[in-house]
């Protein structure tokens, strides 16, 4: 039998401690908030998801979602609400509400909220490690702020020039009601 989770509360939402199963409502749980890249919650506690990754995230027009980039192993997404544009394989591909996008192994990619409005967006997809991950310079990308300056394989040195990301609770106005 598969024990349940305890979920802690923080300052910054609630989290699961240990490994089993749990419910979590998404205003409820840990939010982060970059300054570059929008806000976002990965329902993660202090031990990561070992085999696949699922977060929400929400961009602003005109904020990417990260450093374009391919990994090694499939990645999926499903635009929720809002508008953006998909930047992929040195493409623009413009975006709306339940457009799903499937990534292919080493498929080159990164979302830029477009719009009048904040885009939320469902991704998933396995784990990595930090080798098996590639950051290009892409010129379709670098006139949206979202790659990087010198190709490299390490999320650390792609990342170097911003700040960390701010754990905080979530608030209100950062999910759409339905």
């Known amino acids: 039998m598969v024990p349940e989770a ?22 409820e749980a840990r939010w982060f908030e970059h300054a570059a890249f929008g806000r976002y919650s ?26 374009y980039h391919g990994e090694n192993n499939q990645e999926d997404f499903l635009v929720l609400t ?5 930047l992929v ?16 192994p080493w498929t080159e990619h990164v979302f830029v ?4 409005g904040p885009c939320l967006i469902l991704s998933v997809g396995t784990r990595n490690e930090p080798d098996e991950v590639i950051y290009p310079v892409a010129e379709v990308a670098q006139r949206h702020g979202g790659s990087v300056e010198r190709e ?16 905080r609770r979530f608030r209100e106005g950062d999910l759409p009601d339905w």
Do not use: Q
């Open 6 to 27: 305890k979920l802690r509360e923080t300052e910054s939402g609630l989290v699961p401690e240990g490994e089993g199963w749990f419910v979590v409502n998404t205003r």
């Open 42 to 67: 990965r329902f993660e506690g202090d031990a990561r998801f070992p085999e696949f990754g699922i977060n929400i995230s929400v961009l602003e027009p005109g904020n990417a979602s990260c450093m």
């Open 82 to 86: 809002g508008e953006c544009l998909l």
């Open 89 to 104: 394989e040195g493409k623009e591909r413009p975006l709306k509400a339940w457009d799903f996008v499937h990534c292919p």
């Open 113 to 116: 909220g477009a719009g009048s």
């Open 152 to 167: 490299t394989k390490s999320a650390e040195e792609a990342y170097a020039r911003f700040p960390k990301a701010v754990e």
